[in-house]
């Protein structure tokens, strides 16, 4: 009952909540901008990889010194009072995983291959969320992030179209020129976590620059998708149009409007694909013993041995349920069990690379960000102020949630447990709930401001 109160007095007071919104955006400027402007250079290098386009970059290692300039910055805005670091629940669960990864590691199957997973690849990815934690404290900022993922997606696709005499190709199937987090069959999850906050750009703000740039870059998405002959894209996203559909574009008829011709986009993407993508994706419901087709056998196989993948993950993890067999060491048990040259693989699997890799604690912390995401973010929804003002608040929550669901969906189908992809929409989860906690903090110079918080705004107290 209490909270209900609380709610309905959040509810009945959007002119207030407004002003504090416009008052601690605009008027105030968040500390922290060269550590939030490399940041968003570190994306630029991490989503659009230039150095994999024009190779003479690679021996600038643009990702670690724009990581090394973004924390440098930080600390000197620490140093200089003119920020403090911040620990949400987030980022709490997320150094926990990095205690059990870390501890972990002397017991793992191979050491030295295990720490060298821990430290290439896990502290960057801890890295760069710990400093999106620390910056995304706006509206600006979290626009500018989506932004810049999407511009560079949209770069690295156009380019791959245009010139794909140089870009990379497995038989007929094409995977553009990134290597990276965008590169092979991981480009669906990419667009599918990608789409619900293309929408809200859509429609936060009428611009017919906008407009034309969120339809190309839907366009040029969903033609890359259909080349790179993914079964697994071919699923993931649809889910996403279907859940930005329902929880962001069908309340407003401009929203519906755009479902629609999204949906024609990828029906008319679909009409003119390859036949290798209806080749492979005819093994999902067939399964012959005996093909001469060279790509359905090779679809074929790669079904058998996923699941095949997925048994041996499931096994690993019931033999070592507390620390696993160390990070990145399934594809050294697997491999060596089997002695084969094609038993070499990953998990292909997002919860049972962490299962069998870090144990079942790590799991359940792994599923644990996500549950905890989803929730706040649906707290978030449900109680911001319904106002034309704040629109772009709850919309970004609602896309934040499908962005996670789209990737939990996705990594049934790919192994990114230590990547950069889920930790980009948590960062963008925790801004938000930064953002909303200024709804909570009327205008006011009274020095018990801050503890009347919560009996003024619930949102202060629900998102805690």
Wanted: aromatic share 10%.
């Amino acid at each position: 009952m209490q909270h209900a109160n609380h709610t309905q007095m959040l509810t009945s007071k959007p002119e207030l909540a407004v002003k504090t919104l416009v008052r601690t955006q605009v008027d105030h400027k968040p500390a922290g901008k060269w550590a939030f402007f490399f940041l968003l250079l570190f994306t630029v290098a991490v989503y659009a990889r230039p150095q994999d386009i024009f190779p003479s970059l690679d021996a600038l290692h643009l990702p670690l010194v724009f990581g090394c300039c973004s924390s440098l910055a930080l600390l000197a805005a620490v140093l200089s009072g003119n920020t403090s670091l911040r620990f949400p629940r987030e980022l709490q669960m997320v150094l926990l995983l990095t205690l059990w990864y870390l501890a972990g590691i002397p017991f793992a199957l191979w050491r030295s291959g295990s720490l060298q997973m821990f430290s290439q690849i896990w502290l960057k990815t801890l890295l760069a969320f710990f400093l999106l934690s620390q910056t995304l404290v706006s509206l600006k900022r979290i626009r500018s992030l989506v932004w810049t993922i999407v511009l560079s997606e949209c770069t690295v696709t156009v380019i791959t179209l245009v010139d794909r005499q140089h870009a990379n190709w497995r038989g007929e199937r094409l995977f553009g020129f990134n290597q990276g987090i965008l590169g092979w069959n991981y480009f669906g999850i990419g667009v599918a976590m990608t789409i619900p906050y293309l929408a809200v750009l859509f429609l936060s703000r009428r611009s017919l620059l906008r407009t034309a740039l969120v339809f190309g870059a839907c366009l040029c998405l969903m033609w890359m998708l259909v080349l790179t002959g993914s079964r697994s894209g071919l699923m993931i996203v649809p889910l996403s149009i279907v859940l930005t559909f329902f929880l962001i574009l069908r309340h407003s008829s401009r929203g519906r409007i755009t479902s629609f011709v999204v949906a024609v986009i990828l029906l008319v993407a679909l009409a003119e694909a390859p036949q290798v993508l209806w080749t492979r994706l005819e093994t999902l419901w067939t399964n012959s013993d005996v093909t001469t087709d060279q790509v359905a056998a090779s679809a074929e196989e790669s079904t058998r041995d996923r699941t095949a993948l997925l048994q041996r993950a499931v096994r690993y993890t019931l033999e070592h349920p507390l620390l696993g067999l160390g990070l990145g060491n399934f594809i050294v048990a697997s491999g060596t069990d089997i002695g084969r040259a094609q038993a070499w693989h990953v998990t292909h699997n997002t919860f049972t690379e962490v299962s069998s890799e870090a144990g079942i604690p790590a799991l359940c912390l792994f599923t644990g960000l996500l549950v905890l995401v989803i929730r706040s973010m649906r707290t978030i929804a449900k109680t911001v102020p319904v106002h034309p003002a704040l629109m772009e608040l709850p919309l970004m929550a609602r896309a934040t949630i499908i962005s996670v669901v789209s990737f939990a969906f996705g990594g049934l189908f790919a192994n990114l447990a230590y990547d950069y992809y889920l930790f980009y929409s948590i960062a963008i989860a925790v801004g938000l709930r930064s953002v909303a906690g200024t709804l909570c903090s009327a205008p006011s110079t009274a020095p018990e401001k801050h503890k009347r918080t919560a009996q003024l705004f619930p949102l202060a107290a629900a998102l805690r």
